[in-house]
C-alpha cells in the first residue's frame, strides 16, 4: 500500500493490479499455450474432415438402413411360414373333428 493513505487496490499502483489479473485469467505474457486457430476460421483441413465424416455417416447409416431391411423382410418370411403352419394344422384339425 501507499505510504499516502490511499485506500484503492495497491494504492495508486493500479497498473500492477491489472497484470496480476490479466494473469490470472490466462491472457498475460503468453501463457495459456497456442490453442490453435478460432473455431470461426474454417480451414482447409477442418472442411475436409467435415467431408470426411458426412461420408462416413452416411456409410454407416446405409449400412443400418439395410440391416433393418433384411432383418423386416426375414420377420415377414417367418410370419407367412408360421401363417401357412397354422392353417395346416387348423385344418388337420378340422379333418379329426
Not at 1 to 30: C, E, R, V
Amino acid at each position: 500500500m501507499n505510504s499516502n493513505g490511499g485506500s484503492s487496490f495497491f494504492g495508486s499502483d493500479w497498473l500492477g493490479a491489472f497484470l496480476i489479473i490479466a494473469i490470472l485469467f490466462g491472457g498475460g505474457l503468453g501463457w495459456g499455450g497456442n490453442r490453435g486457430p478460432s473455431p470461426d476460421v474454417a480451414t482447409k483441413e477442418f472442411v475436409q474432415d467435415a467431408v470426411n465424416n458426412q461420408a462416413t455417416q452416411t456409410g454407416l447409416r446405409d449400412i443400418l438402413l439395410s440391416s433393418a431391411n433384411n432383418n423386416y423382410e426375414t420377420a415377414q418370411l417367418i410370419n407367412g411360414q408360421t401363417r401357412d403352419v397354422m392353417s395346416m394344422y387348423n385344418t388337420g384339425q378340422i379333418n379329426v373333428i
